[in-house]
C-alpha cells in the first residue's frame, strides 16, 4: 500500500519558469512533511519541509504548500534553474512516532535552456 | 567533509554470500536508518538505532542484521545473499529519533548479486 504517492514520473520546464511537483498521501497520521533532491549517484538532500500546523514554507526559490484536507502538498520552484534538474522525492512522517520517512516514488524534473 | 558516508559505494557478488555495508556519520547525531532502494524506485526504511538501540524493525528477512557499535557508525550484514537482495542501500542520520527532525543521507551503496 503506497502512502505516499508522486503520479508524475518526469516533468521538463523551462528554465526561467516555475516547476511545481506534487504529491498525494493517504495517511492522516502524517503531521510532518519533506522534500529531498536527488541527483544520480549520490544520496537524497534534504531541501525544504512543512509541519502540519502550516499550510506554507518559503525558502529561497522553494516553496511548499500543505493542503491537509486534500492530503496533498506541492513543491515550487520559481525560477528555475538547469542545476534544478533532478529527482524530487516527496517523504512523510508521524511526529508521534519513531522517526521513519516513507517516501513516493519521485518525479524527475528537467530544466531546459 | 563528508557528513554521512558509506563504504563500498559499489558491491557485485554472487548468491549465497555474506556481504556487509559500513556507514559513519561525523554529524554527532544520535539515530542512523538503513533504507533501501529497489528496481521499482521506492524508498523504504529498513532498520533504525537511537544511541546503539533497535528503535524500528520493518519487515525485513532475518538474513539482514544491522550492528550499531557505536552511535557515529550503523553497518548492515546480509547472510545468504539473493538475486531480489540487488537494489541501492542508503544509510541516514538525524538528531533525533522521532519529531520533526531533518535525516541526512549518505551516498549510497549499489548492491549487484549475480
Known amino acids: 500500500d503506497q502512502q505516499v504517492k508522486q503520479n508524475s514520473p518526469s516533468l521538463s520546464v523551462q528554465e526561467g519558469r516555475i516547476s511545481i511537483l506534487n504529491c498525494d498521501y493517504t495517511?492522516?497520521?502524517?503531521?510532518?512533511f519533506l522534500w529531498y533532491k536527488k541527483y544520480p549517484a549520490e544520496g537524497p538532500t534534504f531541501l525544504i519541509s512543512?509541519?502540519?500546523?502550516?499550510d506554507k514554507n518559503e525558502d529561497g526559490r522553494f516553496t511548499v504548500f500543505l493542503n491537509k484536507s486534500a492530503k496533498h502538498l506541492s513543491l515550487h520552484i520559481v525560477p528555475s534553474q538547469p542545476g534544478d534538474s533532478a529527482v524530487y522525492f516527496c517523504?512523510?512522517?508521524?511526529?508521534?512516532?519513531?522517526?521513519?520517512?516513507?517516501f513516493g516514488t519521485g518525479t524527475r524534473l528537467q530544466v531546459t535552456l | 567533509d563528508t557528513a554521512v558516508s558509506q563504504t563500498p559505494k559499489y558491491l557485485v557478488t554472487q548468491m549465497g554470500n555474506d556481504k556487509s555495508i559500513k556507514c559513519e556519520q561525523n554529524l554527532g547525531h544520535d539515530t542512523m536508518y538503513w533504507y533501501k532502494q529497489d528496481s521499482k524506485k521506492f524508498l523504504k526504511i529498513m532498520f533504525s538505532y537511537n544511541n546503539k538501540e533497535l528503535i524500528i524493525n520493518e519487515t525485513v528477512p532475518n538474513r539482514f542484521s544491522p550492528k550499531s557499535p557505536d552511535k557515529a557508525h550503523l553497518n548492515l550484514h546480509i547472510n545468504s545473499l539473493e538475486l531480489g537482495d540487488s537494489a541501492v542501500y542508503f544509510c541516514?542520520?538525524?538528531?533525533?529519533?522521532?519529531?520533526?527532525?531533518?535525516?541526512?543521507f549518505g551516498p549510497g551503496t549499489r548492491l549487484t548479486v549475480l
Open positions: 517523504a512523510a512522517k508521524n511526529t508521534g512516532t519513531a522517526s521513519k520517512l516513507t
Open positions: 541516514a542520520s538525524s538528531q533525533l529519533p522521532a519529531g520533526g527532525d531533518t535525516q541526512y
Open positions: 495517511n492522516s497520521m502524517f503531521d510532518y
Open positions: 512543512i509541519s502540519s500546523i502550516k
